[in-house]
C-alpha cells in the first residue's frame, strides 16, 4: 500500500473523533442554552405576541349588549284633515370591538415595571335589531290615513326616526362608558390569563385612544 493511501486511513479516525467532538460541543452548547432558558421562564413578549393572534384570529369581540325603546311619533295635514301615528319600537344594539385592527404597535410592554399597555380600536355599533313582536303602535285621525297613503307615509317617517333614536340612545355616555368597560375587562382578561399560566406576574392596562392617562 503506498504511503498517501496509508496516510489517508489514518487520518479517518482522527476526524471521526474531530466530528464527534464537534457534536458533542454543540450538544452541551444547546443544553446549557435550554438550561438558562428554562431559568429565566418563559419571554413575555413571546406570550403576548401569541395572545395578539389568537385576538386577531377571533376577530369580533361583543362586550356588551343593550335593549332600548324608541317612542316616536308623526303627524300629517291634508285635506283640512290631520293624522298622527305613534310608534314604539324596542331594538337591541350590539357594541362590537374589531380584534382584527389590534396590532403590534398596539401593545407596550414595560418589562421594568412587568406592565403589558393594549390600545384599542373605538367600539362599532351594531344594529339595531329589532323586536317585531313587541312593537307597538298608535293612531289617530282615521279619516285621511283611510282615504289617502298618509299611513305609509308616516309609518315610514316613524320607521326612519325610531331607528335613529335607538341609535342615538346607544351612543349616549352611560351606556358607552358601560361597554367600553367591558371591552377593557374581557381584553385584560385575554392577555392577563395566559401570562399567568406562563408564570409571569404582569398587570394588564387596556384602553381606547381617547382616554386619559391611568
Same mark, same amino acid.
Given at each position: 500500500?503506498?504511503?498517501?493511501?496509508? /496516510?489517508?486511513?489514518?487520518?479517518?479516525?482522527? *476526524?471521526?473523533?474531530?466530528?464527534?467532538?464537534?457534536?458533542?460541543?454543540?450538544?452541551?452548547?444547546? &443544553?446549557?442554552?435550554?438550561? /438558562?432558558?428554562?431559568?429565566?421562564?418563559?419571554?413575555?413578549?413571546?406570550?403576548?405576541?401569541?395572545? #395578539?393572534?389568537?385576538?386577531?384570529?377571533? +376577530?369580533?369581540?361583543?362586550?356588551?349588549?343593550?335593549?332600548?325603546?324608541?317612542?316616536?311619533?308623526?303627524?300629517?295635514?291634508? !285635506?283640512?284633515?290631520?293624522?298622527?301615528?305613534? !310608534?314604539?319600537?324596542?331594538?337591541?344594539?350590539?357594541?362590537?370591538?374589531?380584534?382584527?385592527?389590534?396590532?403590534?404597535?398596539? #401593545?407596550?410592554?414595560?418589562?421594568?415595571?412587568?406592565?403589558?399597555?393594549?390600545?384599542?380600536?373605538?367600539?362599532? #355599533?351594531?344594529?339595531?335589531?329589532?323586536?317585531?313582536?313587541?312593537?307597538?303602535?298608535?293612531?289617530?285621525?282615521?279619516? *285621511?290615513?283611510?282615504?289617502?297613503?298618509?299611513?305609509?307615509?308616516?309609518?315610514? &317617517? +316613524?320607521?326612519?326616526?325610531?331607528?335613529?333614536?335607538?341609535?342615538?340612545?346607544?351612543?349616549?355616555?352611560?351606556?358607552?362608558?358601560?361597554?367600553?368597560?367591558?371591552?377593557?375587562?374581557?381584553?385584560?382578561?385575554?392577555?392577563?390569563?395566559?401570562?399567568?399560566?406562563?408564570?409571569?406576574?404582569?398587570?394588564?392596562?387596556?384602553?381606547?385612544?381617547?382616554?386619559?392617562?391611568?
Amino acid at each position: 500500500m503506498s504511503a498517501p493511501a496509508t /496516510r489517508a486511513r489514518a487520518l479517518v479516525p482522527r *476526524l471521526i473523533l474531530l466530528a464527534a467532538a464537534a457534536m458533542l460541543l454543540l450538544a452541551v452548547w444547546w &443544553a446549557v442554552a435550554a438550561w /438558562r432558558d428554562w431559568q429565566r421562564g418563559p419571554d413575555p413578549e413571546t406570550v403576548v405576541a401569541a395572545s #395578539l393572534q389568537g385576538l386577531q384570529e377571533q +376577530n369580533v369581540l361583543v362586550p356588551f349588549t343593550a335593549r332600548y325603546v324608541a317612542v316616536v311619533t308623526s303627524t300629517q295635514s291634508r !285635506l283640512g284633515f290631520a293624522a298622527k301615528k305613534t !310608534l314604539i319600537m324596542p331594538g337591541t344594539v350590539r357594541y362590537e370591538l374589531d380584534l382584527g385592527k389590534l396590532r403590534q404597535s398596539d #401593545l407596550r410592554w414595560d418589562a421594568g415595571a412587568g406592565a403589558l399597555t393594549v390600545t384599542l380600536p373605538p367600539l362599532r #355599533l351594531a344594529g339595531p335589531q329589532i323586536d317585531i313582536d313587541a312593537i307597538s303602535e298608535f293612531r289617530d285621525g282615521v279619516v *285621511l290615513l283611510t282615504l289617502t297613503d298618509a299611513e305609509q307615509v308616516l309609518d315610514a &317617517a +316613524n320607521r326612519k326616526a325610531a331607528q335613529e333614536e335607538l341609535i342615538k340612545q346607544a351612543k349616549g355616555a352611560t351606556p358607552m362608558r358601560l361597554a367600553q368597560g367591558a371591552a377593557r375587562t374581557a381584553v385584560e382578561q385575554s392577555f392577563a390569563m395566559p401570562l399567568r399560566a406562563a408564570g409571569i406576574d404582569a398587570k394588564v392596562t387596556a384602553r381606547f385612544a381617547g382616554d386619559g392617562a391611568d
